[in-house]
C-alpha cells in the first residue's frame, strides 16, 4: 500500500502562485509514476501534470503548460507542483496520484493505483 497527502493549497488571488507538495510513504518503489489531477465543481477530474522517477518525462496538460512545473525528491518520497500565474480557472481540488507498472497511462484516472485526500486551490479575482 501506498499512502499520500498532498498539502500547500489554499487561498490567491489572481495572478499568484502557489506549491503543492504530495508525500508518498507505505511501499513506494521505482516503479511508481506521479500525476497531479484537479477536480473543479461539476466537472470530471482532468489531469493537470506528471512526472516518471528519474524525472526525465514530465507531460503536461495543455492548459497549464509554461505555468506550472512539476518536480519530484525521491529521497523525500515527495513530489511537488509549482503553480505560477494562476487565474480562476486554475480554482478546483489538486489530488496527487500513482501509478505503477511498465507503461505509463498519463491521463488516465482509472489507471491510477493510489491517490490522495486532495487539497483545495482558489483563485480570486
Known amino acids: 500500500q501506498v499512502q499520500l497527502v498532498e498539502s500547500g493549497g489554499g487561498l490567491v488571488q489572481a495572478g499568484g502562485s502557489l506549491r503543492l507538495s504530495c508525500a508518498a510513504s507505505?511501499?513506494?518503489?521505482?516503479?511508481?509514476?506521479m500525476g497531479w489531477f484537479r477536480q473543479a465543481p461539476g466537472k470530471e477530474r482532468e489531469f493537470v501534470a506528471g512526472?516518471?522517477?528519474?524525472?526525465?518525462?514530465?507531460p503536461y496538460a495543455d492548459f497549464v503548460k509554461g505555468r506550472f512545473t512539476i518536480s519530484r525528491d525521491n529521497s523525500k518520497n515527495t513530489v511537488y507542483l509549482q503553480m505560477n500565474s494562476l487565474n480562476v480557472e486554475d480554482t478546483a481540488v489538486y489530488y496527487c496520484?500513482?501509478?505503477?507498472?511498465?507503461?505509463?497511462?498519463?491521463?488516465?484516472?482509472?489507471?491510477?493505483?493510489?491517490w490522495g485526500q486532495g487539497t483545495q486551490v482558489t483563485v480570486s479575482s
Open positions: 496520484a500513482a501509478q505503477y507498472g511498465s507503461t505509463w497511462y498519463w491521463g488516465d484516472v482509472s489507471k491510477y493505483n493510489y
Open positions: 507505505g511501499r513506494t518503489s521505482s516503479s511508481y509514476v
Open positions: 512526472i516518471s522517477w528519474t524525472g526525465g518525462s514530465t
